[in-house]
């Protein structure tokens, strides 16, 4: 690379509610404001209820039959697959993720394929854990590779003042430890897609 700017981290967060009244951007918020510090990573935040996709899925194998579809695809595909890796920000329903987040997943095969995947969830309890947990699995299937640290908050509601800034300094730490072993998987993997392509 010619220079640090060539070398960015593209990062495509992936905002998964659409629930009315969510607290989603207050959580999606906090966490671009942890990119906007960093001099290694670009982030493109990716909110499902801006850009939403089609719920009907074309026969397997084949391409979406309506123009419609394919608009909305053409929205957030070209960035999911451009993005050198992802971090999902979450809620849990019913002890598992949103069905809207698996529709986007679901839309989407070689984008996943080899990039690394980092993730914030919020809850109540269980501060989202669980839904991050079943996301593991479904994105082991399509070839991702996710960090092993993430940031969950419990009783979310009341973690964050009114300008959005978390109120535990150590959601904070916890970001920065995310991110930063993001970082070094992104670099890695972007580095050997160059030398050898990946193959599922």
Known sequence: MSDMNDNRLQIAVLLGSTRDGRFGPVVANWLLSHFARREDMDADLIDLVETPLPTVFPVLGEPPASPEARELLAAVSPRLATADAFVIVTPEYNHSFPA????????????????????????????????????????????????????????????????????????????????????????????????????A
């Open 100 to 199: 809207v987040l698996k529709n986007a997943i679901d839309w989407h095969g070689r984008e996943w394929h080899a990039k690394p995947v980092g993730f914030v969830s919020y809850g109540g309890f269980s501060a989202g854990l669980r839904a991050v947990e079943q996301l593991r699995l479904v994105l082991a299937e399509l070839h991702a590779v996710t960090i092993r640290d993430s940031v969950g908050f419990q009783g979310v509601w009341a973690q964050f003042d009114p300008a959005g800034t978390a109120t535990d300094p150590a959601c904070d730490v916890a970001a920065k430890t995310m991110l930063d072993q993001l970082a070094w998987w992104a670099h890695a993997l972007r580095e050997a897609r160059a030398v050898r392509p990946y193959s």
